[in-house]
């Protein structure tokens, strides 16, 4: 009994002691988030921008759906409800306007006299460059001079000049891919797949001077895998940008996952160490980009580094997506088909017709590219930026300096207050022919963005989009297999998380 008597004394003793203390810290960590959560709700500078309560008050409610893999059909069905612009977290802004498109990525009038201050890039999305390739590369440059520099010698190599030079290289791989589905006719195949062979391998050849070997060997090189692997890393990093919360989640990304973003690395330095140490057979965008390599002015090695491994990614990924979505748009909507196999089969009467210089003149292909972007586009997500130092207007809002903000393509691509049945694949919209469509608002659809740090490749991803399509379905028919209907209902992370795209390719009889 005394010693039943003895511990509730020495009890007593510490709850004297501590037990105010552990009733402070208690009190805190209920007061501290709340204090924080009627802040951002009531007295924050972005407090007037509405969105819902809770991704108002806090980064959870975006988190959560990131982790999901589902943020951007959230974002669409905010957009649908709350309009044009909505709060999607304490510090960040998502816009669906053509108007937030200029003065986001071209500049906006500003507190500091109404000047135009381009909006420096997030490199929150590439925060991993450094730790990994000693640099950041052009894409994620937030210094406007320093961006300029890595832009300017980067730019040669995708001038129409230097595109024409590269086009029998585009043309062979897209010719071995056609030899490959020659090969399959008539069984299913995974167009997710060769499309993904093809675009790697292009890109391969135009930065290092040899391709992957990805069309030859019918399978994925080891470093494409990694290079998905590095993409779901820069998820990571994402989300550990989201406060308290957010920094914990990094710690749980998988070492295996770490370990392959490593691997990635030591694949480019060693494709790039094997370009640099070898006169290349035909010029190739090294070409460009070596002369300046450790020059005053030019490109450090691992400013080198860092942009042949962007391009390796930006170059291939997206360029296969859309491939892939356009497939599945024609193929699904019947009407489309029609009208692009007859432009494209009355226009040639050989593969070998279909060149860079003729398969300019076709517009229905061209239309059914633009609309495929819109309804499924590459960058799902948008491009964000942060608000300059002393703040800017944006659609005519005003925005406090260091606000994340975006133009969230999904949401303004599908959303009634630019396009006319927005959920459905109408490629007419884009020739004029139909009057039902001429209100739409073309200004917001900007798929490779624009201003000072709009996509440096964007016409060799046409001229490889054009390319493709006009040789596959002049010499095949395509018919989508049963349990794809549903293919573009994908989840998305730093971009889409495809699912294998089964398709039958019949090969055209001609006399």
């Not at 972005?46 to 975006?62: H, Q």
């Not at 409800?81 to 500049?107: C, F, H, M, N």
């Not at 001079?145 to 290289?169: C, G, V, W």
């Not at 490889?464 to 596959?472: S, W, Y």
């Amino acid at each position: 009994m005394a010693s039943l008597e003895a511990s509730l004394d020495q009890m007593s003793a510490f709850w004297n002691s501590y037990g105010s203390v552990w009733a402070v810290v208690a009190l805190a960590a209920i007061l501290i988030p709340a204090g924080w959560f009627v802040y951002n709700i009531y007295f924050h500078p972005l407090a007037a921008y509405p969105g819902p309560l809770f991704y108002r008050g806090t980064n959870l409610g975006k988190i959560s759906q990131q982790m999901r893999g589902n943020i951007t059909n959230k974002i669409w069905e905010l957009h649908q409800i709350y309009g044009p612009v909505v709060r999607i977290a304490p510090w960040e802004l998502s816009y669906a306007s053509a108007q937030a498109w200029k003065d986001i990525y071209t500049g906006s009038p500003t507190q500091k006299g109404g000047g135009k201050e381009p909006m420096p890039s997030n490199i929150i999305y590439g925060a991993d460059e450094v730790e990994y390739f000693g640099a950041y590369s052009v894409m994620f440059q937030s210094e406007a001079s320093e961006h300029n520099r890595h832009r300017r010698i980067l730019s040669p190599a995708f001038s129409d000049k230097s595109l024409r030079e590269q086009e029998p290289t585009i043309t062979k791989h897209v010719a071995m891919m056609m030899q490959r589905f020659r090969e399959n006719a008539g069984t299913p195949i995974d167009l997710v797949a060769w499309f993904n062979y093809m675009a790697f391998d292009i890109i391969g050849d135009l930065v290092f001077g040899e391709p992957f070997g990805c069309l030859e060997e019918s399978k994925m090189h080891p470093w494409i895998h990694f290079i998905f692997a590095n993409l779901r890393m820069m998820y990571g990093q994402i989300i550990s940008t989201m406060g308290t919360f957010g920094a914990a989640l990094k710690t749980l990304i998988p070492a295996h996952l770490k370990a392959q973003v490593h691997q990635h690395a030591a694949f480019a330095r060693t494709r790039l160490s094997h370009r640099l140490s070898r006169d290349p057979s035909r010029p190739d965008f090294m070409t460009h980009i070596v002369p300046h390599v450790g020059r005053p002015g030019g490109l450090t090695p691992q400013e080198a580094l860092a942009n042949a491994q962007i391009l390796i990614m930006a170059g291939s990924e997206t360029s296969a997506t859309l491939l892939a979505n356009t497939s599945f748009f024609v193929m699904t909507n019947p009407s489309a088909y029609a009208r692009l196999k007859s432009e494209i089969r009355t226009a040639f009467t050989s593969e070998d017709e279909i060149n860079f210089s003729n398969i300019s003149k076709l517009r229905y292909t061209l239309a059914v590219l633009h609309e495929s972007m819109r309804m499924h586009p590459p960058v799902p997500a948008g491009i964000h930026r942060f608000a300059p130092q002393g703040g800017a207007v944006i659609d005519g809002g005003w925005v406090a300096g260091g606000t994340d903000v975006v133009v969230h393509q999904w949401a303004a691509y599908r959303s009634e207050c630019n396009f006319k049945d927005a959920d459905r694949f109408i490629p007419e919209r884009w020739l004029g022919e139909d009057a039902r469509y001429a209100g739409d608002n073309r200004d917001v659809f900007n798929p490779f963005s624009i201003g000072p740090r709009a996509c440096i490749g964007r016409g060799l991803a046409y001229m490889e989009m054009r390319l493709a399509v006009a040789r596959l379905v002049w010499s095949f028919d395509m018919e989508l297999m049963p349990g794809c209907e549903k293919w573009t209902d994908q989840k998305t992370w730093v971009l889409y998380e495809k699912l294998p795209l089964m398709a039958k390719l019949t090969q055209v009889v001609r006399e």
